[in-house]
């Protein structure tokens, strides 16, 4: 059995976006207006040569800057997150492709009871504008044998538009902000864009309640994307590998549940208790409520 949390009615919970940025000042002058209030904003610099810290504290002089310590994806969300003091961590790009007004929607899933909501692009309501033939092709393959071998059901595994509770962070045993960059200039292994990667297969196997909300993914607004399809698609066929062979003992799993319980208890928050079928519930599209169907069909994944 899996244990998954709720807040109660009167208790709203604070929201972190994480925003991971590399040489993105132009696009954080329009993203950044159009998040919604929250607890706070994160940005996370990768060693910017432009503005993009000039920009971000100009356009909202609130921002939290954090740098991050390595260089890729991975290690500026690992920053963030170590950074973040809210109850909800939103991961969020600064090019653009994420659309802020879907936020409310992944924040109810978690506050109905979730631990993560992940969002898809290939369930109804979901969408790209910008992912190409061959990319999408490359994504099913990976999606696919990731829920073969782990016994998964994800439609949309590299996708990084997601959002969870802070307090599963510590168990998903990510590197820490303080390691040392690798000698021969490599980036360590979930440093990189296969950080997404990373995060599903291991909230996965943890036994964590999971929702798919639907996303579109928006057109980049300036600039290319440090994204290679090949070479980073090798590295999330490593991590896929490498992750079915790290999977937690049903042992780990219960003492995670259990840890995860005594949290709960001790942040006031209400535990629901959810058998742990490998199916992933879906979020409606249509607005921010969850439709009955999605709430009657949310189930753990194995």
Not at 161 to 188: C, E, K
Not at 239 to 260: D, G, K, T
Request: include cysteine; charge should be negative; proline fraction near 5%.
């Amino acid at each position: 059995m899996n244990q998954s949390f709720s807040t109660p009615e009167n208790v709203k919970p604070r929201i972190t976006i994480v925003v991971p940025a590399r040489n993105e000042a132009r696009n954080l002058e329009i993203v950044l207006p159009m998040l919604p209030p929250v607890h706070e904003v994160i940005l996370v610099d990768g060693h910017s040569v432009d503005d993009t810290v000039e920009t971000a504290v100009r356009v909202m002089p609130d921002i939290k800057v954090v740098h991050q310590t390595r260089k890729g994806k991975g290690n500026a969300l690992a920053c963030g997150f170590e950074a973040a003091t809210g109850d909800i961590i939103v991961m969020f790009d600064a090019d653009g492709s994420a659309d802020p007004a879907e936020i409310p929607r992944f924040v109810e899933a978690l506050t109905d009871g979730a631990d993560v909501a992940k969002g898809s692009r290939f369930v109804r309501g979901g969408g790209s504008e910008d992912i190409t033939r061959f990319r999408a092709l490359g994504n099913w393959g990976l999606n696919a044998l990731t829920n073969l071998l782990l016994g998964t059901k994800y439609t949309d595994l590299c996708y990084g538009y997601n959002a969870f509770w802070t307090r599963i962070v510590p168990s998903l045993d990510l590197l820490p902000s303080d390691l040392p960059a690798r000698a021969d200039g490599q980036m360590h292994n979930g440093d990189g864009f296969e950080i997404e990667t990373i995060l599903n297969t291991r909230i996965a196997a943890l036994g964590y309640d999971i929702v798919e909300v639907p996303s579109v993914e928006k057109l980049r607004i300036h600039g290319v994307s440090n994204l290679n399809a090949i070479s980073d698609g090798f590295r999330v066929l490593r991590v896929i590998l490498a992750e079915r062979r790290r999977r937690p003992s049903a042992a780990e799993r219960l003492r995670a549940s259990i840890r995860r319980s005594a949290e709960l208890s001790e942040a006031g928050l209400t535990t629901t208790t959810a058998t742990a079928t490998p199916v992933l519930a879906s979020v409606s599209s249509t607005g921010p409520e969850l439709s009955d169907d999605a709430r009657g069909a949310r189930q753990d994944v194995a």
